[in-house]
């Protein structure tokens, strides 16, 4: 069972709206969580890095939430934009095992006009 | 942040051939890693690339299938050994940055690989 679970697997937004994406996970001991962004074609890119300590970190029109306690984590798109289409992928750190980190299968979100 | 290039962007290969993807990156790091990203599927770490010495595999990859070098701290190859249909994935070259207090990881921009 994949230690990082994300939801909805995929989804489509008119631009301007708002969208948020779940993830959910089983690591432990927690050490941080990522979101990384990925257009297709490219490889991806970090968004927000929060450690158990930080509850909410912004990143533009980008703003992600930690529940260390429920081990959910949420990444909420304001005012989208066409750009935004990519997949977003949330990325568990564990305090262990050399930072090794374990990737959910990551959210599709395609914007229309 | 580390830029990371890798040659090439793609490829289509034939069956029972091998690839040879190269990774460079624009300052000298210790960790690099190879990923492997299949349709619908997470990141899944193939190797650790080792400065002077042999890499360290993840469990369910093999060094005969997929052979790395690491000559130096700026650059690495991976090698796709004969290749089949079930290769065809992107892999991703990515370097981790450890002077901060979290490490930040940078990804390179894949190579997409067709096995027919």
């Known amino acids: 069972k994949n230690q990082v679970e994300q939801s909805p697997q995929s989804l489509i937004i008119l631009e301007g709206k708002n969208c948020t994406l779940q993830?959910?996970?089983?690591?432990?001991?927690?050490?941080?969580l990522r979101w990384y962004k990925q257009d297709t074609g490219r490889g991806p890119v970090s968004l927000t890095i929060?450690?158990?300590?930080?509850n909410t970190k912004s990143n533009g029109r980008y703003t992600a939430t930690l529940d260390a306690d429920t081990k959910q984590s949420s990444l909420h798109i304001t005012a989208s934009q066409l750009s935004d289409s990519a997949s977003y992928i949330c990325?568990?750190?564990?305090?262990?095992?050399?930072?090794?980190?374990?990737f959910g299968k990551g959210n599709q979100v395609v914007v229309i006009p | 942040s580390a830029v990371i290039s890798q040659k090439p962007s793609r490829d289509i290969c034939q069956r029972g051939t091998s690839l040879t993807i190269q990774c460079q990156v624009d300052?000298?790091?210790?960790?690099m890693f190879w990923y492997r990203q299949q349709p619908g599927q997470s990141l899944t770490l193939i190797a650790t690339?080792?400065?002077?010495?042999?890499?360290?595999?993840e469990s369910g990859f093999v060094i005969d299938k997929f052979p790395i070098s690491r000559p130096n701290l700026t650059f690495s190859t991976l090698t796709v050994s004969n290749m089949s249909p079930e290769d065809s994935s992107i892999y991703l070259c990515?370097?981790?940055?450890?002077?901060?207090?979290?490490?930040?990881?940078?990804f390179g921009p894949g190579t997409r690989l067709t096995v027919t």
């Open positions: 990515s370097v981790e940055d450890r002077r901060q207090l979290i490490y930040e990881q940078y």
């Open positions: 993830c959910n996970y089983t690591v432990s001991p927690f050490s941080n």
């Open positions: 929060m450690t158990f300590s930080e």
């Open positions: 990325v568990v750190s564990a305090a262990e095992g050399n930072n090794r980190l374990a």
């Open positions: 300052s000298q790091v210790t960790m």
């Open positions: 690339a080792n400065q002077g010495s042999e890499a360290t595999y």
